[in-house]
């Protein structure tokens, strides 16, 4: 069993060990945010199993999931769980890890491109700068309602690190922005959200802490995307002409 990162979006930040495992592949086992040009590198012999999970919209619960990695891995040669961005970032791919080994399953991890690194870049938004930011933290706008470890601690983060990098976090945006300014941050603090991140139809919304939701609400902007906050948001004006495009 291979983890592999597809990762955000822009099929020129596929790994080659991912692309030759996905033209090798007897059976690819892939999630919701893969782009079609990724999918497209799939051996034509391949089986194709779609097991994605979008708000409200899961294909396969996670549990359902794991057992069939379990059982394509005790099935076939190469198979493929292909995750978006990375598998280790926000990916489950340590939680379905752990359960292929205790099956038994040989499992090897191949990284991917994180889309909290990816989309700020392609937005000309450098996440650490010596005259703006020496920290950057990652952090899930999205949790598991029913997990038994405490929420995030967004007092902490607030107050620790000059740059967050929020994913999944668009629908939760209005209590998360609350979060961070009763824990100090100013309403002026530069926010961007950056939706389909490294992709031809990418799109961001800069604003600030105080004036964000109402652009939201004003734009209709939607998820997914990922969130920057802090002061390198500022420099997106100047670096965004010299950012990469897309690989169609």
């Known amino acids: 069993m291979y983890l592999v990162g597809a990762g955000p979006g822009d099929p020129g930040l ?3 060990k991912a692309k030759t495992l996905l033209e090798s592949a007897d059976v690819v086992v892939y999630d919701a945010l893969v782009s079609e040009p990724i999918l497209a590198m799939i051996a034509p012999q391949a089986d194709r199993i779609h097991a994605g999970k979008r708000r409200g919209r899961h294909s396969l619960l996670q549990e359902q999931t794991t057992q069939l990695l379990i059982d394509l891995a005790q099935n076939h040669a190469v198979v493929v769980r292909l995750k978006g961005g990375d598998p280790f970032v926000f990916g489950r791919g340590g939680e379905e890890m752990e359960d292929l080994l ?11 491109v994180t889309s909290g690194i990816a989309a700020p870049a392609y937005a000309g938004i450098p996440l650490t700068h010596r005259q703006y930011s020496s920290s950057v933290t990652f952090v899930t706008g999205h949790e598991m309602v029913d997990k038994y470890r405490p929420e995030v601690n967004w007092e902490a983060i607030a107050q620790g690190s000059e740059t967050i990098v929020i994913y999944m976090g668009v629908r939760n945006l ?47 902007f939607e998820a997914p995307a990922v969130a920057v906050v802090g002061a390198v948001v500022n420099l997106a004006p100047i670096l965004s002409g010299g950012c990469p495009q897309p690989l169609l």
Do not use: C, F, H, M
């Open 102 to 112: 205790v099956a038994g399953i040989s499992v090897e991890v191949v990284p991917g």
């Open 14 to 16: 596929l790994t080659l």
């Open 174 to 220: 209005p209590n998360i922005i609350d979060s961070l300014l009763k824990a100090g941050r100013d309403a002026n603090t530069p926010i961007a959200l950056i939706r389909w991140g490294t992709r031809p139809d990418q799109e961001e919304l800069l604003g600030t802490l105080g004036s964000i939701i109402e652009q939201v609400e004003a734009t209709g």
